[in-house]
């Protein structure tokens, strides 16, 4: 393994930021989404308990049949993969943003409306700032699975790591198969963990001092 890692130290760096980015870049993109739509649907408990069941059928979806379903409409290449990677992203932090915004106590938000506060400044400056903590559990629990469902983005020639993966796997019991297989799946781990130290990191510079757990 160590002569396989040597031979494409550089190729390995190159997908390793490859597939760094793309989860890095479809959060950002999960979470906005997954944000404003939780913020349209908390108050309401029909809309509230809907959105929960989309995202809890949504995360039965296999990964694998969903980036398959999607090589058609939108081809090979980075589309298809992104589309993959967001959607499954957003789906633990809008469960998390609705749980967060929803646990908030109505007398904080009577009290800043009370004080002349607008809506949405109530939501921007208490509300979201409040929920916080609890949404970006979500993050870090979308963050780990979706460097997983990365990887499998790989069928549809994504970006990524996943190409030593799928490399190996279809060349199982050649030379140096398991050793790309094992690259793949090393580094996606590792890469998981990073991004969760980034992600904890954010935690302690963006919680408010009094509501940090």
């Known amino acids: 393994?160590?002569?396989?890692?040597?031979?494409?130290?550089?190729q390995?760096?190159?997908?390793?930021?490859?597939?760094?980015?793309?989860?890095?870049?479809?959060?950002?993109?999960a979470?906005?989404?997954?944000?404003?739509?939780?913020?349209?649907?908390?108050?309401?408990?029909?809309?509230?308990?809907?959105?929960?069941?989309?995202?809890a059928i949504g995360l039965t979806v296999p990964s694998f049949a969903a980036i398959g379903l999607l090589i058609a409409p939108f081809g090979f290449g980075v589309t298809p993969?992104?589309?993959?990677?967001?959607f499954f992203a957003a789906l633990p932090i809008v469960r998390n943003a609705i749980v967060g915004l929803a646990?908030?106590?109505?007398?904080?938000?009577?009290?800043?409306?009370?004080?002349?506060?607008?809506?949405?400044?109530?939501?921007?400056?208490?509300?979201l700032p409040m929920a916080w903590p609890v949404i970006l559990s979500?993050?870090?629990?979308?963050?780990?699975?979706?460097?997983?469902?990365?990887?499998?983005?790989a069928y549809a020639l994504?970006?990524?790591?996943?190409?030593?993966?799928?490399?190996?796997?279809?060349?199982?019991?050649?030379?140096?198969?398991?050793d790309s297989v094992l690259v793949g799946v090393i580094g996606v781990v590792i890469l998981a963990f990073i991004l969760d130290l980034i992600l904890i990191g954010i935690g302690r510079l963006t919680t408010p001092r009094g509501i940090r757990v």
Do not use: D
């Open 158 to 178: 994504g970006p990524g790591l996943g190409g030593f993966i799928f490399s190996g796997l279809s060349r199982l019991g050649g030379a140096k198969a398991f």
């Open 138 to 153: 979500g993050i870090r629990v979308s963050a780990q699975m979706v460097m997983g469902v990365a990887a499998v983005a």
């Open 103 to 127: 646990g908030i106590s109505p007398s904080i938000v009577e009290s800043a409306r009370g004080i002349g506060m607008s809506r949405f400044r109530t939501l921007v400056t208490i509300e």
């Open 31 to 55: 979470t906005i989404i997954a944000v404003v739509l939780a913020t349209l649907v908390y108050k309401n408990k029909s809309l509230s308990s809907l959105a929960n069941g989309v995202s």
């Open 12 to 29: 390995i760096l190159f997908a390793s930021w490859q597939h760094f980015s793309l989860v890095a870049q479809c959060l950002i993109l």
């Open 81 to 86: 993969a992104v589309i993959v990677v967001t």
């Open 1 to 10: 393994m160590f002569e396989f890692v040597g031979e494409r130290f550089r």
